[in-house]
Structures are given as C-alpha cells and as structure tokens.
C-alpha cells in the first residue's frame, strides 16, 4: 500500500466489520434469553446487562483512533491550491455515510417484512424482529467494503512517490 494512511483506513474498516460481529452475537444471545424467558412480544426489558454491548463499542472507538488519517490523507496528498476543499470532503465522505446508513436502516424493514403480518427485522418492538440479520447483513457489506478499499489501495500511487 502506497500510504501509511492507508493501514490506517484498513484498520478502521476492519474494526467496524468486528463491530458489526461482535453486536450481532450480542443480539443472537439478546433474542435468545427473549424467547427463553418468554418476553418477545411484551414491552419489557431483557435480563441483560448493557455490558454485554462494551465490546463493541470499544471496537468503535478503536477504529475512531485511525480515522483521522482520512483527513490527514487528503490534506497531504491534495494539491497545495486545493488543500482546503479537498479536507473538506472528508467531513462530506463523513456526512455521506451517516445517510448512507439511514437509507440502509429505512430499507431494511420494507424489504425484511413478509406477508401475514410478519414484523421484518427491524420491527417497533426489538423482541419480535431479528437485529441480528441486520447486524449480520451489515458485517457482510463491512467486509465487501474492506475487500474494496484493499483493492484500491494496493493500486494507489502516492503523490510523494509518484
């Protein structure tokens, strides 16, 4: 890979893959004391505890360490005329992201939901849907985005060694 930044990004891209794993076992395990303890269609909290969702989230923020190498990226390998615009797309790429997840979560339901009623997987009441898939479905495209940005990587030439 030409940059360092780009072992960065990989380790970003790869720590949301874990994530993704690591709360879909959560929700697997979630759903399963559900059904277990006969909550899935009542409005109570599941015995568990909100520990369980730690790793996870520590994956998250382990990944946010290397993320700032995105903007470091563009600011180094931009044109100097053009350094500002170009830093700016990484807060665009940011933005570009946060809708490109609530399309996929707005989607979801409308393609999971079967006839008779059936809740899909991402139903009001958490108990009777499967999160899980969701989770499952989103490591798989954290996975293809990875393969992807690998891809791409080993083909970028940096603009220091170009």
Same mark, same amino acid.
């Given at each position: ?36 303890? @006969? ?23 382990? @990944? ?32 570009? @992201? ?65």
């Amino acid at each position: 890979m030409a940059s360092r930044h780009c072992s960065g990004w990989g380790s970003v891209l790869f720590l949301s893959m874990l994530s993704m794993v690591s709360a879909a076992l959560v929700e697997s395990n979630r759903l399963q004391i559900a059904h277990a303890e @006969g909550l899935v269609h009542g409005e109570v909290a599941v015995p568990m505890s909100i520990l369980w969702q730690g790793p996870q989230y520590f994956l998250i923020g382990a @990944g946010e360490v290397f993320s700032i190498g995105l903007q470091e990226f563009f600011y180094e390998e931009s044109p100097d005329a053009m350094r500002s615009i170009c830093l700016a797309f990484s807060f665009a790429n940011d933005s570009a @992201g946060y809708y490109l997840s609530s399309f996929i979560v707005s989607l979801v339901p409308v393609f999971t939901a079967r006839g008779g009623g059936s809740p899909g997987w991402i139903p009001d009441n958490l108990n009777e849907g499967h999160l899980d898939r969701f989770y499952w479905m989103m490591a798989g495209l954290s996975f293809l985005n990875l393969l992807a940005f690998i891809f791409c990587a080993m083909r970028y030439k940096s603009k220091k060694f170009s």
